[in-house]
């Protein structure tokens, strides 16, 4: 089946540790998206890749940062997690940028910082 | 810019009772509407959308929902709900002017009593 895979599912890092997290999709779409989602909170898109071109969104602290090395992957690091980045981070595809397209989800990674 | 408002944070029904989650959206034109579920550690499926046509859409897993332009709404129903409903929901609209991206709201729970 196609999906999008997202891995570790929980992840456990140190306060100022970098952490890297992964997404991958099988469905050969063009865009990817990072969203960040805390408890009982609405997902907070921090930012989308269309193809090769990355769009940051402008509240997106700089800590985080994200690569798409091809089209099945994407890669969101954190380059020094507080400990208000906790969260659940979802990765999400869609075959392109029109309105009416709907988004699948991954799982998500739950990150926990200590 | 378009939002999404979910009036009600938190719904308790009973197993076999009929459903109405509430969405009430902001967009100066024609919005692209979505519900989507996220069970607990999951991402989130698309349930049903809406861009055009018919105003009474159906979904899977039984699902409903309502375009009324009237009212900037797009109320979701279920007839009679089942235990594995039990879960959030959000609902979402994308516009033509913020390429493709959706704006989500801040979810409803979903409770299922026996």
């Known amino acids: 089946d196609a999906m999008v895979i997202q891995n570790p599912r929980y992840q456990v890092t140190q306060f100022g540790k970098p952490v890297t997290l992964s997404c991958s999709q099988t469905?050969?779409?063009?865009?990817m998206y990072w969203y960040q989602q805390k408890s009982s909170q609405a997902p907070k898109l921090l930012f989308h890749y269309y193809d090769k071109d990355f769009n940051n969104e402008a509240d997106t602290p700089d800590n985080f940062q994200s690569r798409r090395p091809n089209t099945s992957f994407c890669f969101l690091d954190i380059r020094s997690p507080g400990l208000g980045d906790a969260a659940m981070y979802l990765c999400?595809?869609?075959?392109?940028?029109?309105?009416?397209?709907?988004?699948?989800f991954g799982p998500g990674t739950r990150l926990t910082v200590t | 810019a378009q939002s999404v408002t979910q009036p009600d944070i938190h719904i308790t029904v009973s197993e076999g009772a009929s459903l109405e989650l509430r969405c009430n959206y902001s967009y100066g034109a024609t919005p692209y509407l979505f519900w989507y579920v996220q069970s607990p550690g999951q991402g989130l499926q698309l349930l049903l959308k809406?861009?055009?046509?018919?105003?009474l859409v159906q979904g899977i897993k039984g699902f409903e929902a309502e375009f009324k332009r009237s009212q900037s709404s797009f109320n979701l129903r279920k007839p009679s709900v089942h235990w594995s409903d039990a879960a959030e929901y959000f609902c979402?609209?994308?516009?033509?002017?913020?390429?493709?991206?959706?704006?989500f709201g801040d979810g409803t729970t979903l409770t299922v009593k026996p």
């Open positions: 809406y861009f055009s046509g018919d105003t």
């Open positions: 469905l050969n779409h063009n865009v």
């Open positions: 979402a609209v994308g516009a033509n002017t913020n390429a493709g991206k959706s704006t």
């Open positions: 999400a595809t869609s075959r392109d940028r029109r309105p009416e397209g709907e988004q699948y």
